[in-house]
């Protein structure tokens, strides 16, 4: 079994009590890592190093550009291990080795975007006027970062709030899913290789306590970066009430797709597929409601039953398997039991709905398509995070509209209509802080995502990630040499 360290001001190490946590391969169920399990005083001790890094070390003060060559490094000590790196986790959570190992590469490339914003984030000066004081607006870094990270594309998620935050001058502690930390650990090994001071760059591992609740409320905490649960999150914003410490929350979704009557139904179906069974639906824009216009409903539905019978289920390190296992058991517990009850209140199970008789092991879950009345069942009120498609009905574009936005949540969307005209309409309606049009799970990092209502608030990616980081401070500096009485008023 391989034992982790954690990595805490430039050097590998055990939780000082020496707990450990097994880590579970999700398509085996076997144990096959230890995990550090974080104390307070470890915890402490990575946000103190990480405030001395900032405070004393050469990192807040370098040159935004040297900044930027040190993520360039990260990117070139990404690349050569990125088959290894989507191993692991696909080994730690049963995503496919194929988007994973692709996702390494893409944070490679993610760091390097980021290097190169660097110095490009500018301050201004106010026109105050010729006789006036010259104003400046400058921007500075905010201090330590605490990034708490799911184990869902684990690596990607953390590049969006690590690569930003140090470009800016910040220092960070990350905390990594308790459910998978490995591959996170393997790609600190990067940092180590970039050479980055010490006490820049920490991660630590364990559960939401001591672990999270000790880094969200450490004092020297300036801002937390958070993506994760709903109910985690509610936690976590009158925890940081004590320290002050900004907060950005990326949460769930249940996300709509609306697939309107003149859409061009094959692209329809693909993009449906990817929107709900990508990834095995464990993503927080996963496209779980598809409505459908009623003249197509009955095609569009039928081709999807019959392409979710077609998707290969197997071992996620397989490049022949289209469909993995879901990450942990209390995952596929859960999404049993809302399914369960939403059948049994009569929703109507098209395909799947259990777990593959060919596997005996594992948390595997089969392709599920479920047609709802109305979205009043717990499957469509509730992110499963798992593939599960609701599936239903309209008649007009008000309708569809309506439909889309009677949720609690507003991660993403999808339209697909030959109209654009309708098609933006429909996308502008949708409140939501990513939205497709003819297509589903394209990204971009230069492209902010986030979430509107319970699915969070902030953003992450794109030109203004890294100002997100900073805070603004006005100077004021005299040229003329003649300060003016401070009792007489011009």
Not at 94 to 110: D, H, M, S, Y
Not at 219 to 225: E, F, G, T
Not at 392 to 419: C, H, N, P, Q, W
Request: with cysteine; charged share 25%; proline share 6%.
């Amino acid at each position: 079994m391989k034992r982790y360290q954690m990595f805490i001001d430039g050097k590998w190490c055990d939780a000082s009590n020496g707990a450990s946590f097994p880590s579970l391969n999700p398509a085996t169920e076997d144990e096959w890592a230890l995990i550090p399990d974080a104390t307070a005083d470890d915890v402490d001790r990575a946000v103190r190093a990480a405030h001395r890094a900032f405070e004393t070390g050469p990192w807040s003060r370098m040159s935004p550009t040297e900044r930027g060559k040190a993520l360039f490094r990260i990117a070139e000590a990404i690349l050569p291990h990125a088959e290894h790196l989507g191993r692991t986790e696909t080994t730690d959570t049963g995503k496919l080795l194929r988007e994973t190992a692709w996702q390494a590469n893409n944070v490679a490339e993610i760091y390097r975007y980021y290097g190169g914003l660097a110095d490009k984030v500018h301050g201004e000066i106010a026109p105050t006027g010729p006789n006036a004081p010259l104003s400046m607006v400058v921007r500075e870094p905010l201090g330590v970062i605490a990034a708490i990270v799911p184990w869902n594309s684990q690596l990607q998620l953390a590049a969006f709030k690590i690569a930003p935050a140090l470009a800016a001058g910040n220092t960070i502690v990350v905390k990594a899913s308790e459910d998978a930390s490995a591959a996170l650990l393997e790609f600190t090994k990067a940092i180590e290789a970039a050479g980055l001071p010490e006490g820049v760059f920490n991660i630590v591992t364990g559960g939401a306590r001591p672990c999270g609740e000790t880094l969200v409320t450490h004092p020297l905490v300036r801002r937390v970066s958070f993506t994760g649960g709903v109910d985690t999150a509610r936690k976590i914003i009158p925890a940081t009430a004590g320290n002050l410490a900004r907060l950005s929350l990326e949460l769930g979704g249940k996300s709509p797709v609306i697939v309107y009557k003149d859409a061009d139904i094959d692209n329809a179906v693909n993009g449906a597929t990817a929107a709900i069974f990508g990834a095995s639906g464990q993503s927080c824009g996963a496209g779980s409601r598809l409505m459908v216009q009623s003249p197509v409903y009955d095609e569009m539905v039928g081709r999807m039953v019959e392409r979710a019978k077609r998707i290969r289920i197997g071992d996620p390190l397989d490049e022949e398997t289209d469909m993995g296992p879901l990450a942990t058991v209390a995952q596929r517990d859960r999404i049993e039991r809302l399914l369960g009850e939403s059948v049994s209140q009569g929703a109507e199970l098209l395909c799947g709905g259990g777990r593959p008789a060919a596997f005996n092991r594992g948390y595997y879950f089969e392709p599920t398509i479920v047609a709802c009345r109305n979205q009043d069942f717990p499957i469509v009120r509730n992110e499963l995070f798992g593939p599960v498609l609701s599936v239903l009905k309209f008649d007009e574009e008000e309708e569809a509209i309506a439909m889309a936005r009677d949720s609690e949540y507003g991660f993403a969307g999808g339209v697909f209509s030959t109209d654009f005209a309708k098609a933006y309409r429909t996308a502008r309606a949708i409140p939501a802080g990513r939205v497709w049009i003819n297509t589903y799970r394209v990204t971009s990092m230069m492209v902010p995502f986030g979430g509107f209502k319970q699915s969070g608030y902030g953003r992450e990616a794109g030109i203004d990630a890294i100002r997100d980081y900073t805070d603004t401070k006005g100077l004021f500096v005299d040229l003329s040499g003649q300060v003016a009485d401070p009792f007489v008023m011009r």
